[in-house]
Each structure stands twice: as structure tokens, then as C-alpha cells.
């Protein structure tokens, strides 16, 4: 199994990179130059190609024979930076498996069932990301909607908030956020990195888009 890890060098990259090796999977990782640093520990383990996500050129020489792409979907910016990488990896992997890494406030259906205090952290944020133009939440409901229209084998992961720690197992799943089943909404990252190279091999989850957190305590 040959599998990309596009946005390698973040914390949920790293992650997915580390369970990729575990299984022996043959990985290749894509960061920007200025992050390669954060990748040294692996060392000849994995391929590192450097440049931005949304680089076309860069996800095509990435992507290379590759069986499945992971792929962490962070908007940054106000230039449709997540848009642009859900872009280049559809179009330059179309029959890979395609794994995506996203929030609970993005929406397959329209049936997930919001908290009041969750819209309005969204909303908050989101104004105050756009206004010092750090981040465009819409930016990743625009890549998630590609996706969602895509014919491709994609699985679109709905991560609760995350934090750090010890593994505390797979996250349970659901449809739809609003479950009681996922109400704890609290995932460590490494259990979220987890779920994403578990999904690779799970048909089951293709064309759908878990909303997921660790058990409740």
C-alpha cells in the first residue's frame, strides 16, 4: 500500500504519518518548505515533497502511483487555499482512495442538529479568522461541497475539538452531529489521525462523511 499525506508536516500529519509506518505502508508526505523541519524525525521513512497543497504540479508528482491519498483540508488564508488543495488531489488522483480531514461544521446533508453555543462559536469565528484574513471557514465548506459532488472514492472525516494524549482507541462515528453517541465532542489527534488510516480500507465509509469522537467517559 502506497499512500500521500498531503499537509505531512502538521500535528494530525504527523500522526498519520507515524500509524502509515506502522501498518508498512509506503508513505509520501507533502509540506511547505518551511516546515520540512518538522518531518526529520522520520527520516528516509518517507518521501517529502515540498510546496503547497493547492500546487498542482506539486500533488501530481506527490500522488504518483499512490492507492490512497489523506489529505488534511485547513483553510488558511482568504484565497480558497482548501478549495484549491480538495482540487488538485480529485483531479490528479481520481481513482485513488481519497480520505479528507475537516470540522463538524461542515455538512453533508443539511440534518446535522447544531448546539447554540456551537453556531455561535463557528460564527465568531469565522468573522474574526475572516476579518484579520487568517482563515475563510467557507473556504472548506466550498472544498467539502467539490468533494461531496465528486465521482471519486472519497470519505469525508468530521473531527470533533481535538487535544493531545495517549491513544484512548478508535473514535466512534456518526451520520450526524447532534448523536448522543458522539455528544463528548473531544478527540485526542493522534485517535483522529487514527480513524483517517483506518478509513482506507473500510469501503463501507466511501461517499460519506462520519462526524466522530472519542467515547464519553
Request: aromatic share 8%; net charge neutral; hydrophobic share 40%.
Amino acid at each position: 500500500m502506497k499512500v500521500c499525506i498531503v499537509g505531512a508536516s502538521g500535528k494530525l500529519g504527523r500522526y498519520m504519518v507515524r500509524h502509515c509506518l506502522d501498518r508498512g505502508y509506503e508513505v509520501s508526505g507533502v509540506c511547505r518548505e518551511q516546515s520540512i523541519g518538522k518531518l526529520e524525525g522520520f527520516g528516509d521513512q518517507i518521501s517529502i515533497y515540498t510546496g503547497k497543497t493547492n500546487d498542482q504540479d506539486v500533488i501530481r508528482k506527490a500522488v504518483e502511483g499512490c492507492d490512497a491519498i489523506l489529505t488534511v483540508l485547513v483553510p488558511w488564508g482568504t484565497t480558497g487555499y482548501a478549495d484549491g488543495t480538495a482540487r488538485a488531489v480529485l483531479e490528479n488522483a481520481p481513482k485513488a482512495r481519497l480520505i479528507f480531514s475537516c470540522g463538524w461544521h461542515i455538512s453533508k446533508d443539511g440534518c446535522d442538529k447544531y448546539s447554540l453555543g456551537f453556531r455561535l462559536m463557528v460564527a465568531t469565528f469565522g468573522f474574526v479568522a475572516r476579518l484579520l484574513r487568517f482563515a475563510d471557514l467557507n473556504d472548506q465548506v466550498a472544498a467539502c461541497r467539490r468533494i461531496f459532488e465528486s465521482g471519486t472514492k472519497w470519505t469525508v472525516v468530521r473531527g470533533s475539538d481535538l487535544e493531545e494524549g495517549e491513544s484512548e482507541g478508535l473514535p466512534l462515528l456518526s451520520q450526524h452531529v447532534g448523536d448522543p453517541v458522539i455528544a463528548r465532542n473531544r478527540t485526542r489527534r493522534t485517535d483522529f489521525a487514527l480513524f483517517m488510516v483506518e478509513a482506507i480500507t473500510h469501503d463501507v465509509l466511501i461517499h460519506e462523511a462520519p462526524a466522530i469522537s472519542a467515547k464519553s467517559i
